[in-house]
């Protein structure tokens, strides 16, 4: 069957995107032809300098919000060209559309004009916000869309394939979908096992991409980045109680130190690559395949540097980080999320503040970059933790080459926390899982603000720059309105 994949807006332009990648090679494996279109860096490329500020995480809820979708990004970024785009997806008819989506609202955009052009087509969306717990259920509403995937994109949609091939559109008993009945309507098959063995998986197809258009540079000349991304492993070992990442993917699984080596390779020899991504949760789940591929670039270097997400964790010692090193690793990205021992444990992140102090006290030796990210206003942190915190970032700023950013907790469906609001004492107007309280007053969104506003203050002394709150409005998170009362029992703690 042909098949068009379409990566939207708006992921990284420093790498070509994983998800369409992963299908279009899984897709191939089972006799399917398939049309890769990456239409996040294409509208990158061609956006003048002033718009290709929109390609920062920080705009990201203006891609997400409707209203402001339609004020700012759809006139100025997506309209103009939508046809365009329409016109090469349709180009070789494909039966089915497949949208991995990053904005909601540029997915439904896409997805309508799709439809409009071409009523008959099959629109089919996935990606991580396609949880139920998360946008699914908004995509689904939509009325543009036959089927949302959530949880790994591989079996549901070879599936629906499979079943169009037959004449069969009942996609009903096909696990892993939000399937639309209606306005306001969505059955719900129920989640899907994930592959057991990832080994099984084709290397990611980017044949076909703009290779030379993928850049890291946020200004001219925007020379190509020679980078593309891949997986060590899926899911995560650890289950950190506001992560729905953990909970998609549900558990872990690993594959051969000797596999992602040949996968490398491969890839520098084809597309002259110079650098790699590792996009996994974390790279060092399972230490022993990581020391064993360390060994395996040791012994055969490539000339080329890489990094990836990893966890703070006893296994990763100053050994392996300085082989790590020697074998090209230029930097690693940790969600430390707080610097408070009590915080960390309510997390359930299975360290402390002073493993994470010889942890950074080692990545600074070594010289490995670090990356990090904070989170501000669990509800084990009140304001002697979060005191805590700022003072180990106080002691510590040294040892940081990059300020962390920072997310304001939010409290989604599906998640270790949202199961634990009673225990937690937590309240939440539904689908506002950013504004959620604590039934004492203790914690609010305004209290999480003014956190936030304490923490900037930090940062420009630290770091000479202010707190970067990722994926969220900037606006709403930092800035005090009329209606933000901080209780006093806040005040008084």
């Not at 098949?3 to 089972?30: D, M």
């Not at 609010?444 to 002394?461: C, G």
Request: with cysteine; charged share 25%; net charge negative.
């Amino acid at each position: 069957m042909q098949v068009s994949l379409v990566a939207t807006p708006i992921w990284n332009t420093k790498t070509p995107p994983l998800t369409t990648a992963y299908l279009t090679a899984w897709l191939e494996k089972h006799g399917h032809d398939v049309f890769q279109l990456d239409w996040n860096i294409e509208l990158f490329a061609r956006m003048p300098l002033g718009l290709k500020e929109y390609w920062d995480r920080t705009h990201l809820h203006k891609w997400q919000d409707a209203e402001r979708y339609d004020v700012e990004i759809r006139p100025r970024i997506t309209g103009p060209s939508i046809d365009e785009y329409v016109t090469r997806i349709l180009a070789d008819a494909p039966r089915i559309v497949g949208i991995s989506t990053y904005s909601i609202e540029a997915t439904k955009h896409l997805a309508g004009a799709i439809k409009a052009a071409s009523p008959d087509t099959l629109v089919v969306v996935g990606g991580q916000v396609c949880d139920p717990g998360f946008y699914g259920y908004n995509l689904a509403w939509s009325g543009v869309i036959d089927a949302v995937v959530y949880g790994e994109g591989e079996g549901p949609l070879l599936e629906i394939i499979e079943r169009v091939e037959a004449g069969n559109l009942d996609f009903a008993g096909i696990r892993g979908l939000l399937i639309p009945h209606g306005p306001m309507s969505a059955e719900d098959t129920g989640l899907r096992s994930p592959i057991a063995d990832v080994r099984t998986l084709p290397w990611p197809q980017f044949d076909g991409l703009p290779m030379e258009s993928y850049t890291a540079m946020t200004a001219p000349p925007f020379h190509p980045s020679r980078a593309v991304s891949t997986l060590m492993s899926r899911g995560c070992v650890r289950k950190c109680d506001f992560c729905l990442q953990a909970e998609i993917w549900q558990n872990f699984r690993f594959r051969t130190a000797e596999d992602i080596y040949a996968e490398m390779v491969a890839y520098k020899q084809k597309y002259d690559v110079t650098e790699f991504h590792f996009n996994d949760l974390l790279i060092n789940g399972n230490v022993k395949q990581l020391s064993k591929l360390v060994d395996l670039m040791l012994e055969k270097p490539l000339g080329i540097t890489w990094g990836g997400n990893a966890i703070c964790s006893r296994t990763l010692k100053r050994g392996l980080l300085e082989r790590m090193k020697a074998s090209g690793c230029t930097f690693l990205v940790f969600g430390f999320e707080s610097f408070s021992t009590p915080v960390l444990t309510a997390m359930g992140k299975k360290y402390d503040a002073a493993e994470v102090s010889r942890l950074l006290h080692d990545m600074h030796e070594v010289g490995i970059r670090l990356f990090s990210n904070l989170v501000i206003g669990h509800p084990a942190e009140g304001r002697k933790e979060f005191a805590d915190t700022v003072k180990f970032l106080i002691e510590h700023a040294p040892l940081f080459t990059d300020a962390p950013t920072s997310s304001l907790l939010i409290v989604q469906k599906n998640t270790p926390i949202h199961r634990a609001m009673d225990y937690w004492g937590i309240e939440m107007d539904e689908g506002d899982a950013l504004g959620w309280w604590l039934k004492d007053g203790s914690n609010t969104l305004a209290e999480r603000k003014h956190r936030a506003q304490v923490m900037n203050f930090f940062y420009e002394s630290l770091f000479g720059t202010g707190i970067k709150i990722t994926d969220m409005d900037t606006k709403r998170d930092l800035t005090l309105g009329a209606d933000d009362v901080i209780p006093r029992t806040a005040q008084a703690n």
